[in-house]
C-alpha cells in the first residue's frame, strides 16, 4: 500500500458510519443500515434518492433541455434543497446557487457536398452519406474554397509521449485529414501511449483543437467505427445542430470546417496517392513519419442560423473549518435532451438514468454531508448544465470556479447510476489514470466489493463526461459507473440489461423512471463516494495522476500552491 493512501484507509474505519450517527456510537446503537452484511453495506445511504429521481426525470420537468422551461424548474428544485439544507451560495450578495453561462445554438440549414481538384482530385463526397462537415464559427457562412490537403497521421501533438505529427510543419489555410483515436490503440502496443485504452489525444474534439492551434482552415477525420467506438450513424444520422459556449471571439480561432470522411471516402483519397488506407496507417506509425501533402484541394460552404441562450450551473458548499481554499468537488449533469414536439406518442426525453440519477446521487450525498460537522476542507456540490450539448456547463465552471482549481483535492463526477441492484464490482472508467482509483477502494472493499476497469477502454469513455474538464485543469477525478457483476444474476445479465438500456432507452423517450428499479447498488455507490469525499476533506492528501498521464504536467505546474 502506497503511504500516501494510508491516511485514506484509517479513515475508512471513521466515516463507516452513517451521517446522522456519531462515529462513537456502539455497534448496540448502530442503525439497521449499518447492520447490513457486508456485501449490502451502505444499500440504505439515503432513502430520499428514490424520491429525488422519480421527481427530477419526471413529465413535469420536460427533459430539461438548456434554457428551457425544464430547466427552470430543475435548477430551482437543487437550489431550494441547497438552501435548505444550508448550503453556502457560489452568489452570496444575492443569495443564489446559480452559476449563469451563455451558450450560442448553431444551426447549419445548408452545407454543400465536399468537392475537390488538383491532378490527384478525388471524387465528389456527398454530405451525410460520405462526408460530415459544419464549422464552430459564430458566422452566417464559410466557405472553405480550394484548401490544399493534407495528410498529418494521427494530428497529436504529445510532448509526453516524444510524438509530434506536426513537426516542421506549415499548414496554415490548409485541410489537415487525421485518423481517430491514437497509436496506441491501433499498434496495441501496451508501450505506445496508453495501449489499447485511448488517450485525450485520440478523441476527434482534441484533434479539431490542435488543427486550430497549427491554423489550419480545415479538419476532416477519418471515421473508423473500431477506433471511434461508434458507427457512421452515430456521426451522421443525427441533429447536425451545435451549441457551444458565447466567446468573445465568436470562436474565429476555430478552423472554418471541422468534419469526418468515411472509411471508404479515405480510401479512395489514398487510392489518388497510389497507396491503400492501410499503407497511409503504417506511414502514421512510423517512428520517421513526416506529413504528406494529398496533392488535391478540397471545397466546402456551411451555411448558419444562431441563437443565443442562456442556461445555469448550480453550485453550492459546504465550508470548510481549516483549509476553506483546499476542497473537493461532486459534479453531476442535471440537463437533457428536452422534447420533440413532432413526436406524439411520447414527446418527452426524461433522462432518467441520464442523468437524473446522477443528479440525485449528488443531491443524497449533499444532504448527507449538511447533517454532520463540516469537515476540514470544503466540499463543493456541481450540478451543471449543457452536459449533453457538450460538456458546456462543466468547462463554464472550470474556466469560473468556485474555488481556485489548484486547491482542488480531487473530484467524483455520477453520470448514469445503476438502477440493477447489488454489485460486486465498481467499474471505474479511467482504471489507473490517478490515484482516486486508490482512495476510492478501502470503502468499496469495506462492501465486500471490488474495483475493475472499464470494459472498453478504447471507447475513450473518460473523455465524454463532465469530469473531463476539471481533469484538463489538472483536478485527478474519479468516474465510476456502478459495477457489471450482479450479486446474486452475475455478469452475463447485467451485461444484458446494460444492452438493452443503449438500445431501447438511451438518448430517447424510453429513459424513464421505473419504481421497480433496484437501488441498493446506487445506495452502495453513493455511501462509498460519500465516504471518499469525507476522507480526503479531513486529511492533508493530495491525490496524484498516474506518472505519464497526459494531466500530470497540468497539474505539476501548480504543486507550490498545495504546499
Given at each position: 500500500?502506497?503511504?500516501?493512501?494510508?491516511?485514506?484507509?484509517?479513515?475508512a474505519?471513521?466515516t463507516?458510519?452513517?451521517?446522522?450517527?456519531s462515529?462513537d456510537?456502539?455497534a448496540?446503537?448502530?442503525?439497521?443500515a449499518?447492520k447490513?452484511?457486508?456485501?449490502?453495506?451502505?444499500s440504505?445511504f439515503?432513502?430520499?434518492?428514490?424520491?429525488?429521481?422519480?421527481?427530477i426525470?419526471?413529465?413535469?420537468?420536460?427533459g430539461?433541455?438548456?434554457?428551457?422551461?425544464?430547466?427552470?424548474?430543475?435548477v430551482?428544485f437543487?437550489?431550494n434543497?441547497f438552501?435548505?439544507?444550508?448550503?453556502k451560495p457560489?452568489?452570496?450578495?444575492?443569495?443564489?446557487?446559480?452559476?449563469?453561462?451563455?451558450?450560442?445554438k448553431?444551426?447549419?440549414?445548408?452545407?454543400?457536398?465536399?468537392?475537390f481538384s488538383?491532378?490527384?482530385?478525388?471524387?465528389?463526397?456527398k454530405?451525410?452519406?460520405?462526408?460530415?462537415?459544419?464549422?464552430?464559427?459564430?458566422?452566417?457562412?464559410?466557405?472553405?474554397?480550394d484548401?490544399?490537403?493534407?495528410?498529418v497521421?494521427?494530428?497529436?501533438?504529445?510532448p509526453?509521449?516524444?510524438?509530434?505529427d506536426?513537426?516542421?510543419?506549415?499548414?496554415?489555410g490548409k485541410?489537415?485529414v487525421?485518423?481517430?483515436?491514437?497509436?496506441?490503440?491501433a499498434?496495441?502496443?501496451?508501450?505506445?501511449?496508453?495501449?489499447?485504452?485511448?488517450?485525450?489525444?485520440?478523441r476527434?474534439?482534441?484533434k479539431?483543437?490542435e488543427?486550430?492551434?497549427q491554423?489550419?482552415a480545415?479538419a476532416l477525420?477519418?471515421h473508423?467505427?473500431?477506433?471511434?467506438g461508434y458507427?457512421w450513424?452515430?456521426?451522421a444520422?443525427g441533429?447536425?445542430v451545435r451549441?457551444?459556449l458565447?466567446?468573445?471571439n465568436?470562436?474565429?480561432n476555430?478552423?472554418?470546417?471541422?468534419?469526418?470522411i468515411?472509411?471508404?471516402s479515405?480510401e479512395?483519397?489514398f487510392?489518388?496517392q497510389?497507396?491503400?488506407?492501410e499503407?497511409?496507417?503504417?506511414?502514421?506509425?512510423?517512428e520517421?513519419?513526416?506529413?504528406m501533402?494529398?496533392n488535391?484541394?478540397?471545397?466546402?460552404?456551411?451555411?448558419n442560423?444562431?441563437?443565443?441562450?442562456?442556461?445555469?450551473?448550480?453550485?453550492?458548499?459546504?465550508?470548510?473549518t481549516?483549509?476553506?481554499?483546499?476542497?473537493?468537488?461532486?459534479?453531476?449533469?442535471?440537463?437533457?435532451?428536452?422534447?420533440?414536439p413532432?413526436?406524439?406518442?411520447?414527446p418527452?426525453?426524461?433522462g432518467?438514468?441520464?442523468?437524473?440519477?446522477?443528479t440525485?446521487g449528488?443531491?443524497?450525498?449533499?444532504?448527507?454531508?449538511?447533517?454532520?460537522?463540516?469537515?476540514?476542507?470544503?466540499?463543493?456540490?456541481a450540478?451543471?448544465?449543457?452536459?449533453?450539448?457538450g460538456l458546456?456547463?462543466?468547462?463554464?465552471?472550470?474556466?469560473?470556479?468556485?474555488?481556485?482549481?489548484?486547491?482542488?483535492?480531487?473530484?467524483?463526477?455520477?453520470d448514469?447510476?445503476?438502477?440493477?441492484?447489488?454489485?460486486?464490482?465498481?467499474?471505474?472508467i479511467?482504471?489507473?489514470?490517478?490515484?482516486?482509483d486508490?482512495?476510492?477502494?478501502?470503502?468499496?472493499?469495506?462492501?465486500?466489493?471490488?474495483?475493475?476497469?472499464n470494459?472498453?477502454p478504447?471507447?475513450?469513455?473518460?473523455?465524454?463526461?463532465?469530469?473531463?474538464?476539471l481533469?484538463?485543469?489538472?483536478?485527478?477525478?474519479l468516474y465510476?459507473?456502478?459495477?457489471?457483476?450482479h450479486?446474486?444474476?452475475?455478469?452475463?445479465?447485467?451485461?444484458?440489461q446494460?444492452?438493452?438500456?443503449?438500445?431501447?432507452?438511451?438518448?430517447?423517450?424510453?429513459?424513464?423512471?421505473?419504481?421497480?428499479?433496484?437501488?441498493?447498488?446506487?445506495?452502495?455507490?453513493?455511501?462509498?463516494?460519500?465516504?471518499?469525499g469525507?476522507?480526503?476533506?479531513?486529511?492533508?492528501?493530495?491525490?496524484q495522476?498516474?506518472?505519464?498521464?497526459?494531466?500530470?504536467?497540468?497539474?505539476?505546474?501548480?504543486?507550490?500552491?498545495?504546499?
Amino acid at each position: 500500500m502506497k503511504p500516501l493512501i494510508i491516511s485514506a484507509v484509517a479513515l475508512a474505519v471513521l466515516t463507516a458510519c452513517g451521517p446522522q450517527q456519531s462515529q462513537d456510537k456502539t455497534a448496540t446503537e448502530q442503525t439497521s443500515a449499518d447492520k447490513q452484511p457486508a456485501d449490502l453495506k451502505g444499500s440504505a445511504f439515503n432513502p430520499n434518492f428514490r424520491d429525488y429521481l422519480k421527481t427530477i426525470s419526471s413529465d413535469e420537468f420536460e427533459g430539461r433541455e438548456p434554457a428551457s422551461a425544464g430547466e427552470e424548474k430543475v435548477v430551482s428544485f437543487i437550489e431550494n434543497h441547497f438552501r435548505e439544507w444550508g448550503l453556502k451560495p457560489i452568489d452570496k450578495e444575492n443569495d443564489s446557487y446559480r452559476q449563469p453561462f451563455p451558450l450560442v445554438k448553431i444551426m447549419p440549414y445548408k452545407v454543400s457536398d465536399m468537392t475537390f481538384s488538383g491532378d490527384n482530385a478525388p471524387e465528389t463526397m456527398k454530405y451525410r452519406t460520405e462526408m460530415m462537415a459544419w464549422t464552430m464559427q459564430v458566422t452566417e457562412e464559410v466557405d472553405l474554397s480550394d484548401s490544399e490537403m493534407v495528410f498529418v497521421g494521427y494530428g497529436i501533438v504529445a510532448p509526453e509521449y516524444d510524438w509530434n505529427d506536426y513537426e516542421g510543419l506549415d499548414v496554415e489555410g490548409k485541410t489537415v485529414v487525421m485518423f481517430v483515436n491514437d497509436p496506441g490503440y491501433a499498434t496495441q502496443d501496451p508501450e505506445l501511449f496508453n495501449g489499447n485504452a485511448m488517450t485525450y489525444y485520440g478523441r476527434w474534439t482534441y484533434k479539431y483543437e490542435e488543427a486550430a492551434r497549427q491554423g489550419a482552415a480545415g479538419a476532416l477525420i477519418i471515421h473508423e467505427t473500431g477506433p471511434a467506438g461508434y458507427g457512421w450513424g452515430v456521426v451522421a444520422g443525427g441533429s447536425p445542430v451545435r451549441f457551444d459556449l458565447k466567446r468573445e471571439n465568436n470562436n474565429m480561432n476555430r478552423a472554418k470546417v471541422e468534419g469526418w470522411i468515411t472509411k471508404d471516402s479515405a480510401e479512395g483519397l489514398f487510392a489518388k496517392q497510389g497507396m491503400t488506407l492501410e499503407e497511409a496507417r503504417k506511414k502514421a506509425l512510423s517512428e520517421d513519419f513526416e506529413a504528406m501533402p494529398l496533392n488535391a484541394q478540397a471545397s466546402v460552404s456551411v451555411k448558419n442560423k444562431f441563437e443565443f441562450l442562456d442556461t445555469n450551473n448550480v453550485v453550492g458548499y459546504i465550508e470548510g473549518t481549516k483549509y476553506p481554499e483546499e476542497h473537493v468537488i461532486y459534479m453531476a449533469h442535471h440537463d437533457h435532451l428536452g422534447t420533440d414536439p413532432v413526436r406524439e406518442d411520447d414527446p418527452i426525453y426524461n433522462g432518467a438514468q441520464d442523468n437524473a440519477s446522477g443528479t440525485a446521487g449528488l443531491l443524497a450525498i449533499a444532504e448527507k454531508f449538511a447533517q454532520q460537522p463540516a469537515p476540514e476542507r470544503s466540499i463543493v456540490f456541481a450540478a451543471v448544465g449543457a452536459e449533453e450539448s457538450g460538456l458546456l456547463g462543466s468547462a463554464w465552471y472550470a474556466d469560473h470556479p468556485l474555488f481556485p482549481l489548484a486547491k482542488a483535492v480531487g473530484g467524483i463526477n455520477m453520470d448514469v447510476m445503476n438502477v440493477y441492484g447489488p454489485m460486486k464490482d465498481l467499474v471505474v472508467i479511467g482504471y489507473g489514470n490517478s490515484e482516486m482509483d486508490e482512495y476510492v477502494k478501502p470503502f468499496i472493499e469495506e462492501q465486500n466489493r471490488y474495483l475493475t476497469p472499464n470494459p472498453t477502454p478504447e471507447a475513450g469513455f473518460f473523455y465524454r463526461s463532465d469530469h473531463f474538464n476539471l481533469a484538463k485543469k489538472g483536478v485527478p477525478m474519479l468516474y465510476a459507473e456502478g459495477g457489471n457483476d450482479h450479486i446474486t444474476k452475475g455478469k452475463e445479465w447485467t451485461e444484458e440489461q446494460r444492452a438493452k438500456y443503449v438500445a431501447e432507452a438511451y438518448h430517447k423517450p424510453a429513459d424513464e423512471y421505473d419504481p421497480e428499479w433496484d437501488l441498493r447498488g446506487t445506495q452502495q455507490d453513493l455511501s462509498a463516494f460519500y465516504q471518499l469525499g469525507r476522507s480526503l476533506a479531513n486529511s492533508r492528501d493530495w491525490p496524484q495522476w498516474a506518472e505519464g498521464n497526459e494531466f500530470e504536467a497540468v497539474r505539476k505546474k501548480t504543486e507550490e500552491q498545495r504546499k
